[in-house]
C-alpha cells in the first residue's frame, strides 16, 4: 500500500475520537473538483513506509484512539486487509473513507470484523457519475456498496460534497432515494481551491448556508440523521 501523507492527530476525521489520518496515493476516479489531486496517479513513489507509519502509531497509541485510511481510493490496494489488521493488533479504531467502487473488499474487511467505522462519498447522482472519469459501469459497485454498508453493524455515514453544478436539488432528491434508511449522510460544504484538476471548479462561487439547509430538509425525508460539515 503506497502511502502519501499522514495527519498525526486529528478531532474531524474519525467522528468522536482522535485519530490518526493516513493518505493512501492512487484513485481510481478522477473527479473534476478533486482537492488532492496529487493523490490520484497511482506511480508516485510513497512519502511514507508502512514501518514509518506503525512506528509513529504505537509511540503515539496511548494518546490517539484510532486510524482513518482515505485517499486516494483505499481499496485499490490488496494488502488494505492487511494494514487494518495491524491497526487492530495495537489496540487502535479503523476507519475507512471510500468512494465505494469495490463492494467485494468493503464486504470482506465486515466480514473479517476489521472495520469500526466506514464512510462512504456519494459524490452525485448516479447519473452523473460520467462527469467524474469513473470506471465503466461503476453505478452497480456503488449500489451494492451502499447495501452492504447499510446492512452493516458498524457506524458510518454518506458523505457529499456540494458542488455547484455537480450537485443540485434533483441530485440531493436522487441520492436520498438509493439511501433511504441509512442512519446518517453528511452534506460537506463545497471550498474553492485553486488546485482542482478542471479550472472550472477553482471558480465556481460555494452555496450559501440556506441552500444547503435545503438540502438537508430533503435528505432528512430518507436518512435518519443528516449533518452539514464545512461552514
Given amino acids: 500500500m503506497k502511502i502519501a501523507g499522514l495527519q498525526k492527530m486529528s ?7 482522535i485519530a490518526a489520518t493516513v ?3 492512487g484513485c481510481n476516479f478522477k473527479c473534476g473538483f478533486c482537492y488532492n489531486r496529487d493523490l490520484i496517479a497511482t506511480d508516485k513513489d510513497p512519502g511514507f513506509s508502512q514501518e514509518e507509519i506503525f512506528k509513529y502509531l504505537n509511540k503515539r497509541r496511548n494518546m490517539i484512539e484510532g486510524v482513518c485510511v482515505t485517499g486516494g481510493e483505499p481499496t485499490l490496494w490488496p494488502d488494505l486487509a492487511d494494514f487494518a489488521c495491524r491497526v487492530k493488533d495495537i489496540g487502535l479504531k479503523f476507519k475507512l473513507d471510500t468512494n465505494g ?4 473488499i468493503i464486504s ?5 470484523g476489521l472495520l469500526d467505522f466506514i464512510a ?6 448516479f ?3 460520467h462527469l467524474l ?22 457506524p458510518y455515514e454518506f458523505r457529499t460534497t456540494c458542488v455547484p453544478e455537480l450537485v443540485t436539488e434533483e441530485d440531493i432528491y436522487s441520492i436520498g432515494d438509493v439511501i433511504k434508511t441509512a442512519q446518517r449522510h453528511c452534506l460537506q460544504q463545497f471550498r474553492l481551491n485553486e488546485t482542482t484538476i478542471e479550472e472550472k471548479y477553482s471558480k465556481l462561487k460555494p452555496y450559501d448556508k440556506n441552500k444547503l439547509s435545503e438540502f438537508k430538509s ?10 452539514i460539515r464545512g461552514i
Avoid at 11 to 17: E, S, W
Fill in 11 to 17: 478531532m474531524v476525521d474519525y467522528p468522536g475520537f
Fill in 23 to 25: 493518505f493512501t496515493q
Fill in 101 to 104: 467502487s469495490d463492494p467485494d
Fill in 108 to 112: 470482506e474487511m465486515l466480514k473479517e
Fill in 120 to 125: 462512504m462519498d456519494i459524490k452525485t447522482s
Fill in 127 to 129: 447519473s452523473k457519475y
Fill in 133 to 154: 472519469k469513473t470506471p465503466k459501469n461503476v453505478e452497480a459497485s456503488l449500489m451494492k456498496s451502499i447495501q452492504t454498508i447499510i446492512s452493516s453493524q458498524i
Fill in 218 to 227: 430533503i435528505l432528512e425525508k430518507f436518512v435518519k440523521k443528516v449533518i
